[in-house]
Nanobody, 131 residues
Framework: DVQLQASGGGLAQAGGSLRLSCAIS????????IGWFRQAPGKEREGISG????????YYADSVKGRFTISSDNAKNTVYLQMNSLKPQDTAVYYC????????????????????????WGQGTQVTVSS
């Protein structure tokens, strides 16, 4: 069975840090891109970061560039999102998702990840940043 398990969310103060993890099973990080999305109340789900472990390509939305870092540990089947310098506007439910060809193409060509290009989703983890 394919599974993605997102964890690591919580409450942080503005300027603080959190590290999200996305543990995967049932497929290989060599074959699928992993994207991180977030959805704030009343807003659409937006793609903020992605990684194609096979090529090493990474994507960051302008809103998180320079503050968030995505990485993968293929031996542990886990993708991480290190979030530093958190802002109240980072408050959202964060999701990790796996996608193949279109998702990989987005990341490699530095295009915003699109939800329609991702096949499998984790359950989401809440991140709340207080001012």
């Amino acid at each position: 069975d394919v599974q993605l398990q997102a964890s690591g969310g919580g409450l942080a103060q503005a300027g603080g840090s959190l590290r999200l993890s996305c543990a995967i099973s049932g497929f290989s990080l060599d074959d699928y891109a992993i994207g991180w999305f977030r959805q704030a109340p009343g807003k659409e789900r937006e793609g903020i970061s992605g990684i194609d472990s096979s090529s090493g390509a990474k994507y960051y939305a302008d809103s998180v560039k320079g503050r968030f870092t995505i990485s993968s540990d293929n031996a542990k089947n886990t993708v991480y999102l290190q979030m530093n310098s958190l802002k109240p506007q980072d408050t959202a439910v964060y999701y990790c998702a796996a996608g193949r060809y279109a998702a990989i193409a987005d990341i490699v060509t530095n295009r915003t990840p699109s939800t329609v290009d991702y096949d499998w989703w984790g359950q989401g983890t809440q991140v709340t940043v207080s001012s």
